[in-house]
């Protein structure tokens, strides 16, 4: 059994940054994908960025390309999703994902406004 625990949203004013966490425990992998997903009311979830596969890369979706990065504390089996230059448009709640096995996170709501 694995659980991810997320952390790290908050409000925060256009342009500003934040960093989501998301916290893997129980039965994991070593060198695991986690993907991270957003969903804003009325509307599916959609893919936001990768890391891990194709050799630890970092793939992201074109809205946020430039902006977001994600990447993996193995010592703390933690994955990290740095949101830079938020813009209100971002403003949903974020999950964590683990393919292996379908784990979601909890989520976390992101608001960005002024």
């Known amino acids: 059994q694995v659980q991810l625990v997320e952390s790290g949203g908050g409000v925060v004013q256009p342009g500003g940054s934040l960093r989501l966490s998301c916290a893997a425990s129980?039965?994991?992998?070593?060198?695991?994908?986690m993907r991270w997903y957003r969903q804003t009311p009325g509307k599916r979830r959609e893919w936001v960025a990768s890391f891990g596969s194709a050799g630890n890369t970092t793939t992201v979706v074109d809205s946020v390309k430039g902006r977001f990065n994600t990447f993996r504390d193995n010592a703390k089996n933690t994955v990290y999703l740095q949101m830079n230059s938020l813009k209100p448009e971002d403003t949903a709640v974020y999950y964590c994902y683990l393919p292996s096995g379908s784990y979601w996170g909890q989520g976390t709501q992101v608001t960005v406004s002024s």
């Open positions: 129980g039965s994991i992998s070593t060198g695991y994908v």
